[in-house]
């Protein structure tokens, strides 16, 4: 049986934060019933596929998943479980600090989830109250002390740099507490995000209007490196552009996403990649609700992707990981050399000292994850 990762998006918040244009919406708590009975239907109306599957990976991500009662949780991994669901799956939830209880996360544990990936984003309270962030450091260690007295072990965290008015000297104390409390709560992975700020975004405004200020390309260099040498000296391995983990502990969720691996998407705004196609369905949960219920197709893009498509999809979404393209693996996949593609890309970025190329494998350099947008226009 072929493996497979399986996403649910939950699209309900308390509030929209200032920098967020992830598919989430606040005060639509009156469509959460109705949302879930439509996303069972269409997890339901893919039962053939899902059976042809053993399922490696599950998240629940949003959106705020811990936001909703947890028995709507419960109700879709119940449908879940009705399909092959490897006994070793690794199955993540995303939570807030402050939407979590002790009687969800024993709702989570029982149903079979094992991972919790806890948005924190900074541990200064004054800067959470700038970005829209409804939580304190003080909410997160308390989630934490729940999250261990429930006895859900493999813990993930996100942060993001640079925030506004977050200086490099608060930068490096919020790096350093999270280690200190990676160690008491036994932390096993960190995201931490490089900030987007999307034009028309409440973040985007408050900048432009000199209200708040973020740091300059230098301090955010010098932020980039404290943060990657002290979380590698303290074990948390960058595996990925964004990611560290403690060796053993990468997300196999995301692993399988930048392994261009098989996964079904469900919710609106979800993406699948089956057959070597790519759709994603609608935004709205309304036309969402509507579309599935009246038994309408709610994929709103579709791309089917020829082979030369997944070659180049393939090499940008293996350069994000430190072990980079294994040459060995990419002959068995696409029946032929990179080489044979790419040669004159290739030896451009190596000579710019972008990429690192060795007898078994191509990886981003220091400097090529620094402009990573620069070495993808090669393979676009
Ligand atoms: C789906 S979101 C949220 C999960 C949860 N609702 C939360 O906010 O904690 C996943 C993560 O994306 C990151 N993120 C969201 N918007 C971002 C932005 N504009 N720039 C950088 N990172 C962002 C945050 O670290 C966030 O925790
Ligand atoms: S809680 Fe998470 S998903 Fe919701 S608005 Fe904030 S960052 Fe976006």
């Not at 859900?152 to 790096?175: A, G, Q």
């Not at 196999?252 to 993406?271: P, R």
């Amino acid at each position: 049986m072929k493996d497979i990762s399986i996403y649910i998006h939950i699209p309900f918040c308390v509030s929209k934060c200032f920098y967020c244009d992830f598919n989430s919406y606040a005060n639509k708590e009156d469509l959460i019933d109705l949302y879930v009975d439509a996303l069972i239907k269409e997890i339901l109306s893919k039962s053939d596929i899902l059976s042809e599957y053993n399922i490696k990976t599950i998240y629940f991500g949003g959106g705020t998943p811990s936001f909703i009662d947890s028995k709507y949780i419960v109700k879709i991994m119940n449908v879940l479980n009705m399909f092959n669901v490897d006994k070793d799956a690794e199955i993540t939830i995303e939570i807030n600090p402050n939407s979590i209880t002790y009687e969800k996360l024993e709702d989570y544990k029982l149903s079979g989830i094992n991972r919790i990936s806890i948005g924190l984003q900074t541990t200064f309270d004054d800067v959470l109250k700038n970005i829209g962030r409804r939580h304190t450091l003080n909410d997160f260690i308390s989630a934490l002390e729940l999250i261990k007295k429930v006895g859900i072990l493999n813990i993930s965290c996100d942060l993001i740099y640079p925030l506004p008015d977050l200086s490099y000297e608060r930068f490096k104390e919020s790096i350093d507490y999270v280690i200190l409390l990676s160690k008491k709560y036994d932390i096993k992975h960190i995201s931490i995000y490089n900030l987007e700020v999307h034009e028309g975004s409440k973040l985007d405004f408050l900048l432009k209007e000199g209200f708040l200020k973020l740091v300059d390309e230098d301090e955010e260099y010098k932020m980039r490196k404290y943060l990657i040498s002290t979380l590698e000296n303290n074990n948390f391995i960058k595996y990925e552009i964004s990611n560290f983990s403690i060796p053993g502990y990468e997300s196999k969720h995301n692993l399988n996403y930048w392994n261009q691996g098989v996964y079904l998407g469900f919710g609106a705004g979800a993406s699948s990649f089956i057959s070597s196609s790519r759709y994603r369905n609608v935004n709205s949960i309304e036309k969402y609700i509507n579309g599935v219920n009246s038994n309408n197709l709610v994929i709103e893009d579709r791309e089917d992707m020829d082979s030369f498509d997944l070659i180049k999809e393939y090499i940008i979404l293996r350069l994000r990981l430190k072990e980079g393209i294994i040459l060995k693996d990419f002959k068995t996949k696409f029946n032929e050399t990179i080489f044979k593609y790419f040669s004159k890309e290739l030896d451009e970025l190596s000579k710019n000292n972008l990429i690192i190329i060795t007898d078994s494998k191509i990886y981003l350099s220091d400097r090529g994850q620094e402009v990573a947008n620069q070495v993808w226009e090669k393979f676009i």
